[in-house]
Each structure stands twice: as structure tokens, then as C-alpha cells.
């Protein structure tokens, strides 16, 4: 079983920073990508970015391209999501993901934590 936990969200003003940590736990992670997507208010779940094992691939969405950055530390099983110039639209709840390499669905979510950016 795998275990995911986000922490670091918060309130912050636009313009502003959040960094967002993920750790996991459960198993071993060398064949897994990790993620973020995130769901606002009356939308649907969207993916944020993702980082492959080796941290050699890395995919953002075009909405956070050059404002967020994704990294892992495969040594202490995380996973973080650095934002910066952050904007009212990035307002959601966060979920961190990991999938297996050879599939396309993420199977195990964490619980979400809350980012709100005030205008």
C-alpha cells in the first residue's frame, strides 16, 4: 500500500510563493513518476506537472510553465512543488499522484492540501 501526504499549502497573496511538499511511503518508487494535479472549485481535476524517477523527464502544464517547479529527493521519498508568481486562477486544492512508468493512470492520490491565492 502506498501512502501519499501533501503539506505546505496555505493562503498567500498574488504574486506570492508556496512551496508544496509530498511524502510517500508503502513501497519503493525507482518505476514510478510523481505528480501534481489540482482541482478549483467547480472544475475538473487538472494535471500540474509530473517528474520521473531519474528526474531526467519533466512535464508541466502550460498554464504554471516558468512560474512552478517540480523536484524530487528519491532518497527521502519526496516530492515538491515550488510556485512562484503565483496568480488567483492557481486557487485549488493540490493533489500529489504516483503512477507506475508502464501506465498511463496515477493509482495512488494523496489527500490534497489547499492553496488559495488572494488578488
Known amino acids: 500500500q502506498v501512502q501519499l501526504v501533501e503539506s505546505g499549502g496555505g493562503l498567500v497573496q498574488a504574486g506570492g510563493s508556496l512551496r508544496l511538499s509530498c511524502a510517500a511511503s508503502g513501497r519503493t518508487f525507482s518505476d514510478r513518476i510523481m505528480g501534481w494535479f489540482r482541482q478549483a472549485p467547480g472544475k475538473e481535476r487538472e494535471f500540474v506537472a509530473s517528474?520521473?524517477?531519474?528526474?531526467?523527464?519533466?512535464y508541466y502544464a502550460d498554464s504554471v510553465k516558468g512560474r512552478f517547479t517540480i523536484s524530487r529527493d528519491n532518497a527521502k521519498n519526496t516530492v515538491d512543488l515550488q510556485m512562484n508568481s503565483l496568480k488567483p486562477e492557481d486557487t485549488a486544492v493540490y493533489y500529489c499522484?504516483?503512477?507506475?512508468?508502464?501506465?498511463?493512470?496515477?493509482?495512488?492520490w494523496g489527500q490534497g492540501t489547499q492553496v488559495t491565492v488572494s488578488s
Open positions: 517528474v520521473s524517477w531519474s528526474g531526467g523527464s519533466i
Open positions: 499522484a504516483t503512477r507506475r512508468l508502464v501506465f498511463r493512470n496515477y493509482d495512488y
